[in-house]
């Protein structure tokens, strides 16, 4: 009889917990830090700052608009993304993407680029107006992403291609490869799941 009572009690305390918790999600171990402020411009010449994300799951990742590798794809896997959320019916999600070439990326330039990719505007924010230091250093210290000038002789910037979960309180949550790496296919089901839990559930806690 104690024996019953004595697991029923386990149990109960089980269900509390779940109950309780919302870290369905869990940050990665080089992750779960809050991102530092900025003010900056996005496509349209206005002002952004991370306290324009407040309320919303965000994905981030760098691009520019001159690359000639890894951002076409990059950024046609982050628009199917944002196609597999709306059909889906998500509402409180964002998208941005900080440019590594700040000096050439305006906001007219950035706006033309995102037109190719034909999501809705209100969704994806593409970023710039601050000097080439600022982003190296923002990358580094917010992501754990490099972001290196472009070797002699050309005008290909070196940058991170991952994709960053962020959440409703702007702590960045996790990684996952923005493109096909070998073997491994982009993640895209995963990165839809994972923001449409964030929606659902909330932020993490701390």
């Given at each position: 009889m104690k024996k019953g009572i004595f697991l029923c009690l386990i149990a109960s305390i089980m269900l509390i917990t779940s109950a309780c918790s919302n870290n369905a999600i869990e940050p990665d171990s080089q992750f779960g830090n809050k991102m530092q402020s900025f003010n900056v411009t996005d496509q349209n010449g206005d002002k952004f700052s991370q306290k324009d994300m407040k309320g919303k799951v965000y994905i981030a990742n760098f691009i520019f608009t001159n690359c000639e590798t890894v951002c076409p794809p990059m950024s046609y896997n982050m628009s199917t993304v944002i196609d597999e959320l709306e059909k889906d019916g998500v509402k409180d999600y964002g998208v941005i993407s900080f440019s590594v070439d700040p000096e050439n990326d305006t906001p007219k330039k950035l706006k033309e680029y995102i037109k190719q990719y034909n999501v809705p505007a209100n969704k994806w924010t593409l970023l710039t107006n601050y000097d080439f230091k600022f982003i190296k250093q923002y990358a580094?210290?917010?992501?754990?992403?490099i972001v290196a000038p472009p070797p002699k002789g050309s005008t290909q910037v070196t940058h991170g291609t991952s994709f960053y979960l962020?959440?409703?309180?702007?702590?960045?949550?996790?990684?996952?490869?923005?493109?096909?790496?070998?073997?491994?296919?982009?993640?895209?089901?995963?990165?839809?799941?994972?923001?449409?839990?964030?929606?659902?559930?909330?932020?993490?806690?701390?």
């Open positions: 580094e210290d917010n992501f754990k992403s962020i959440d409703q309180n702007g702590k960045i949550i996790k990684s996952y490869s923005g493109q096909d790496a070998g073997d491994k296919k982009f993640p895209k089901s995963e990165i839809v799941a994972d923001v449409k839990t964030l929606v659902e559930e909330g932020p993490i806690e701390d």
